[in-house]
Structure formats: structure tokens, C-alpha cells
């Protein structure tokens, strides 16, 4: 198969290098157009992230000679789709949001789709919120959402916060068995990779937690309702539960987001064991399509009392799954439980494949 060649915005960031590392062997996408800020523009991709790679060397051997273009003139990108280098773009771009916002319809404009990992699109009506197992058919909107705008080729599909990946597809999960969750209280415990590089002063990460990440409580609360929400006329209507109190921390790890939740569920109400066998048998569209970045199983019950942890539960099946444990009844709500995934892929560069992988398969792209 002829690989589709793709742009990345954003490409020197730590999102951005992420996209570049799980692309470097993709069956579907091969980099062919990087772009970051004016500073990296001109430059070749190995000199603009000199000193400031995540990855190991390997990783950046065929994209080191990749000139750097501005992500803000899509004039180049419009030039890169002509010349077959660029049929869609991820978007992992770090700079206002109402510069993301006109910039990524700049390029859907020009016909160039974007798949976005920034926020600024998660609450334009039209625009999919996507977590390809939870709910895969938002991307239906993409033909209203042209229609609305008078765009033939491009479209916008963001991802949510990686923040809720990893409670967000057992609830679907639950959700899908018949059992209504009405209240959700969640703690998350958030990696340092999260705030972008080089993000929160060692000084005030090392041997310490911050009990606060800007913006982060909002999104956790409301993105959950716009994906468990249902496309209705020209626009994603949002679900009115469960209703979510959130508390996000900064804490001392590199990757990987653990989120302690206790949930509610309405008058039906699961054991502990259909709990573990219907998030144990949980599969969606993106298995059954069998798709490149899609785990085997989307959610990994562990037994042990000290699971999931970072360390060693971020990189279950290409760090795609997302890991959940110590699960049990709750004294004030229903069940709780702790969940974990991995920010930089799940919840970002890797879920950003996904779905890019979901809309190809759906003829979107
Ligand atoms: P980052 O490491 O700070 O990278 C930011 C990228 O944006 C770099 O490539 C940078 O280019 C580029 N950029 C900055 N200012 C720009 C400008 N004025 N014009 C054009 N490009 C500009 O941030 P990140 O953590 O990768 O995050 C990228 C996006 O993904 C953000 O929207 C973030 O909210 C979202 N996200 C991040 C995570 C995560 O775990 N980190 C998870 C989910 C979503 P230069 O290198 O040239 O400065």
C-alpha cells in the first residue's frame, strides 16, 4: 500500500516528536511536511530539536534532513499538498488559542483536514470531540460541519483532554452494558510531559506536588458530556451526565496520568465482577476494524493491589491501552476505582493517529 503522506504542526514539540516517533514505522502515514513556529522555521528538523529530544536517535533518522516550514503560513502546506507531501495535517501546536482556532481553519480551508490535539476547536459545535472507542460516530458531523463552512476536502476533528482518556472508555464501557453513571468525583495525579517541554520548573515538580494545572478541572469536567454526547442536526449536542467534580495535580512523573475516580450509577447497579468482565470483554469500531494503533483491548483490569502504576503500566499495548485497578465498592458513591494511561500517546500523538486511522477507514480522509 502506498503510505498516505501527512504534515505535522507543531512537530518540535514533545507531542509533536511523539507523532514523529510512532509515524517513523506507520503502515498507513508516512512524514512528509513538518512545521513549528517562525523560531524552528528554516531549519532542519534535526538541528530544531537539537538538545531538546525525547526520543532515542533512531527514532529521528528519516526526518532529520525535513526542512522546518512556519505552521503559520499555510501557503507552504497548501504548496506540500500540491506536490503530494501533505494530504492531511496533525495539529500539535502550543500557542493561543485563537490563533489555533483560525489557523486550523486556515488549513481546513485550503482542503487540508486537521487533526487536532489542541483545544481550541473542542467546543465549536460542529467539530468531533473524538476518543475512537467512546464515540466513534461524532465523525459523521464532518459532512454537516463542511457543509456549514463551504469546505469541500478539509475538516476539523479534535481529541479531548488527555487527562480523562483513561476513565472515559470505562465509562463508555459501562455505559454500552445498560448502567447509567450519574456522579463522578475524580483526582487525577498528572505526569510533567503533560505541560509541554520544557513545562514546570524542576525546582518546583522535584520533591513536590502541584495541586494545580491551569484550565485542567474545566476541561475535565464538560469535555466528558460533549463525547458522551449525540450528533443532533448541526451540531454535537452534549450529554447532561454524569455530572463531574474534578481536582488535577502536577506530580513528579515523567509520563503517564492516574486519575482515582468513585462513580454513581442510576437505579441499575453492577457487582464488582460484571464490572471487571464488561471492562475485561470491552472491545469498539477500531478493534473490529483492526486498526494500526488500536490496542487489542482497549482496557486492562488489573488484580494486584498496587496496579496500575506509571512506571510500569503507561506502555500496555503500544501505550494505547489504558490500565484499571483497585477496583471496589465506594463508601459514598458506587464503585471506585484508578485508572491510567499514557498522556503523550493515548492521550495525545498515538489518540491522534487513531483517529485519523478511524476517519480513513471511514472515508473521511
Ligand atoms: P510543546 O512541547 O510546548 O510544543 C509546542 C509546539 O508548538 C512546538 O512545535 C512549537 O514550535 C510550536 N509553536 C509554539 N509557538 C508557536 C507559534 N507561535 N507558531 C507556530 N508554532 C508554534 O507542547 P506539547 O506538550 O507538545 O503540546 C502541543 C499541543 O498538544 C498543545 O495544544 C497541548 O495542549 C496539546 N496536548 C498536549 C499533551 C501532552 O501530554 N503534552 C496531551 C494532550 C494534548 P517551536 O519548537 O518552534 O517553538
Same mark, same amino acid.
Not at 469535555?223 to 513528579?252: D, H, M, Y
Given at each position: 500500500?502506498?503510505?498516505?503522506?501527512?504534515?505535522?504542526?507543531?512537530?518540535?514539540?514533545?507531542?509533536?516528536?511523539?507523532?514523529?516517533?510512532?509515524?517513523?514505522?506507520?503502515?498507513?502515514?508516512?512524514?512528509?511536511?513538518?512545521?513549528?513556529?517562525?523560531?524552528?522555521?528554516?531549519?532542519?528538523?534535526?538541528?530544531?530539536?537539537?538538545?531538546?529530544?525525547?526520543?532515542?536517535?533512531?527514532?529521528?533518522?528519516?526526518?532529520?534532513?525535513?526542512?522546518?516550514?512556519?505552521?503559520?503560513?499555510?501557503?507552504?502546506?497548501?504548496?506540500?499538498?500540491?506536490?503530494?507531501?501533505?494530504?492531511?495535517?496533525?495539529?500539535?501546536?502550543?500557542?493561543?488559542?485563537?490563533?489555533?482556532?483560525?489557523?486550523?481553519?486556515?488549513?481546513?480551508?485550503?482542503?487540508?483536514?486537521?487533526?487536532?490535539?489542541?483545544?481550541?476547536?473542542?467546543?465549536?459545535?460542529?467539530?468531533?470531540?473524538?476518543?475512537?472507542?467512546?464515540?466513534?460516530?461524532?465523525?459523521?458531523?464532518?459532512?454537516?460541519?463542511?457543509?456549514?463552512?463551504?469546505?469541500?476536502?478539509?475538516?476539523?476533528?479534535?481529541?479531548?483532554?488527555?487527562?480523562?482518556?483513561?476513565?472515559?472508555?470505562?465509562?463508555?464501557?459501562?455505559?454500552?452494558?445498560?448502567?447509567?453513571?450519574?456522579?463522578?468525583?475524580?483526582?487525577?495525579?498528572?505526569?510533567?510531559?503533560?505541560?509541554?517541554?520544557?513545562?514546570?520548573?524542576? =525546582? &518546583?515538580?522535584?520533591?513536590?506536588?502541584?495541586?494545580? /494545572?491551569?484550565?485542567? *478541572? @474545566?476541561?475535565?469536567?464538560?469535555? +466528558?458530556? %460533549?463525547?458522551?454526547?449525540?450528533?443532533?442536526?448541526?451540531?454535537?449536542?452534549?450529554?447532561?451526565?454524569?455530572?463531574?467534580?474534578?481536582?488535577?495535580?502536577?506530580?513528579?512523573?515523567?509520563?503517564?496520568?492516574?486519575?482515582?475516580?468513585?462513580?454513581?450509577?442510576?437505579?441499575?447497579?453492577?457487582?464488582?465482577?460484571?464490572?471487571?468482565?464488561?471492562?475485561?470483554?470491552?472491545?469498539?469500531?477500531?478493534?473490529? =476494524? &483492526?486498526?494500526?494503533?488500536?490496542?487489542?483491548?482497549? /482496557?486492562?483490569?488489573? *488484580? @494486584?493491589?498496587?496496579?496500575?502504576? +506509571?512506571? %510500569?503500566?503507561?506502555?500496555?499495548?503500544?501505550?494505547?491501552?489504558?490500565?484499571?485497578?483497585?477496583?471496589?465498592?465506594?463508601?459514598?458513591?458506587?464503585?471506585?476505582?484508578?485508572?491510567?494511561?499514557?498522556?503523550?500517546?493515548?492521550?495525545?500523538?498515538?489518540?491522534?493517529?487513531?483517529?485519523?486511522?478511524?476517519?480513513?477507514?471511514?472515508?473521511?480522509?
Amino acid at each position: 500500500m502506498t503510505k498516505i503522506p501527512v504534515g505535522v504542526l507543531g512537530a518540535t514539540g514533545i507531542v509533536g516528536q511523539q507523532y514523529i516517533a510512532l509515524l517513523a514505522d506507520h503502515p498507513w502515514f508516512e512524514v512528509r511536511y513538518a512545521a513549528a513556529s517562525p523560531r524552528s522555521a528554516g531549519k532542519k528538523y534535526a538541528e530544531a530539536t537539537a538538545g531538546r529530544r525525547h526520543f532515542a536517535d533512531h527514532v529521528y533518522t528519516n526526518i532529520g534532513d525535513l526542512v522546518v516550514r512556519d505552521a503559520n503560513d499555510v501557503s507552504q502546506a497548501i504548496a506540500a499538498a500540491k506536490a503530494g507531501d501533505c494530504a492531511f495535517v496533525f495539529s500539535a501546536l502550543d500557542m493561543g488559542k485563537d490563533e489555533i482556532r483560525s489557523l486550523e481553519e486556515a488549513y481546513a480551508a485550503a482542503g487540508i483536514p486537521v487533526v487536532s490535539n489542541a483545544s481550541a476547536h473542542r467546543w465549536t459545535a460542529d467539530v468531533p470531540m473524538l476518543i475512537a472507542e467512546v464515540n466513534p460516530d461524532h465523525a459523521d458531523i464532518i459532512p454537516i460541519q463542511r457543509k456549514n463552512r463551504g469546505w469541500d476536502k478539509g475538516f476539523i476533528a479534535v481529541k479531548p483532554n488527555c487527562s480523562i482518556q483513561s476513565y472515559m472508555t470505562p465509562i463508555r464501557a459501562l455505559l454500552n452494558a445498560g448502567y447509567e453513571v450519574t456522579r463522578l468525583m475524580v483526582t487525577t495525579l498528572q505526569a510533567v510531559s503533560g505541560a509541554g517541554y520544557p513545562g514546570v520548573p524542576s =525546582l &518546583d515538580i522535584i520533591d513536590n506536588i502541584v495541586p494545580y /494545572i491551569g484550565g485542567e *478541572e @474545566e476541561k475535565s469536567e464538560r469535555e +466528558p458530556l %460533549k463525547i458522551l454526547g449525540e450528533v443532533k442536526g448541526n451540531a454535537i449536542e452534549s450529554a447532561s451526565l454524569p455530572r463531574i467534580s474534578a481536582f488535577c495535580n502536577r506530580t513528579p512523573v515523567t509520563d503517564g496520568h492516574i486519575a482515582c475516580i468513585s462513580l454513581e450509577f442510576g437505579a441499575k447497579k453492577p457487582s464488582i465482577e460484571e464490572v471487571k468482565g464488561i471492562w475485561t470483554a470491552f472491545t469498539a469500531l477500531p478493534q473490529e =476494524l &483492526d486498526l494500526p494503533m488500536a490496542p487489542k483491548r482497549p /482496557i486492562i483490569v488489573r *488484580e @494486584e493491589a498496587d496496579r496500575p502504576q +506509571p512506571r %510500569k503500566d503507561r506502555d500496555a499495548d503500544k501505550a494505547m491501552a489504558v490500565s484499571v485497578g483497585r477496583i471496589r465498592p465506594c463508601n459514598v458513591f458506587d464503585l471506585r476505582f484508578v485508572g491510567l494511561s499514557h498522556n503523550t500517546v493515548r492521550g495525545a500523538a498515538g489518540g491522534g493517529i487513531l483517529n485519523a486511522e478511524l476517519l480513513k477507514a471511514k472515508g473521511y480522509l
